[in-house]
């Protein structure tokens, strides 16, 4: 999805993370997803480290509180609930760890599946709970 920029903001400027993917900490350029078992590259536009699966939007609890910094013990395999997005216009992904209930978000990358993103986008509308009179006050 492509990024807005409102002329007023500025947009911060990522850090490059020296995150070792490999076996062993060894440095690797691929990592396999939790989810879908798919072999992921770590190279992802729009973002300087891959936090999630650009296929099925699956993700790993191993960040604490900065992203990259791979401090979490869970480990756990997390979902995308949802998406959300920054005053600026950009995407982000609600995950939550299927192990401890944690939830994060993770921005969205260049080459992430555009269909998993509309389907995440346009759930609460397919939610049968919710009243579409509600949406359409919103």
Do not use: Y
Not at 111 to 137: E, F, K, Q, S
Request: glycine share 10%; aromatic share 2%.
């Amino acid at each position: 999805m492509p990024r807005r920029s409102n002329s007023g903001q500025r947009r911060r400027a990522q850090r490059p993370k020296g995150v070792l993917h490999g076996p062993g900490g060894a440095s690797g350029d691929t990592f396999r997803c939790a989810g879908c078992r798919l072999e992921v590259p770590l190279a992802a536009p729009g973002t300087a480290h891959r936090n999630h699966c650009p296929h099925c939007l699956a993700s790993r609890h191993v960040d604490r509180k900065i992203p990259g910094d791979r401090a979490a013990d869970c480990g756990g395999r997390m979902r995308a609930l949802c998406l959300t997005t920054r005053p600026d216009g950009e995407w982000l992904l609600v995950h939550q760890c299927l192990a401890c209930g944690e939830l994060s978000t993770n921005r969205t990358a260049g080459d992430d599946n555009a269909r998993a993103l509309v389907r995440l986008a346009v759930r609460p509308l397919a939610d049968t709970r919710m009243p579409v009179r509600a949406l359409i006050g919103l």
